[in-house]
């Protein structure tokens, strides 16, 4: 996978026509789209061998504090 990153720009910097924005945008929307997938299965895979060895779930997050109230000031 690195190695086909770093051979992307020698690849572009032999091409005489520069792609068009849609091209890069679409080719870095598949690659950004197929990193998502990898992470979403590699946590999956993390959380089923955390099950299967028994750990708990995580806790959730405390209810959320009302916002403090600063005192009125006296105008000085």
């Known amino acids: 996978m690195r190695a086909a ?3 992307l720009p020698l690849l572009l910097a032999a091409c005489e026509k520069e792609p068009k924005f849609e091209d890069r ?3 870095a ?5 197929a ?10 895979a993390a959380d ?8 708990e779930a995580p806790k959730a997050l405390p209810a959320e504090a009302p916002p403090a109230t600063a005192r009125p000031s006296s105008g000085e």
């Open 25 to 27: 945008y679409d080719q």
């Open 48 to 55: 089923k061998a955390a099950k299967d060895a028994g750990e």
């Open 5 to 7: 990153l770093l051979l």
């Open 29 to 33: 929307a598949k690659e950004i789209e």
């Open 35 to 44: 990193r998502a997938k990898a992470m979403d299965a590699d946590i999956a």
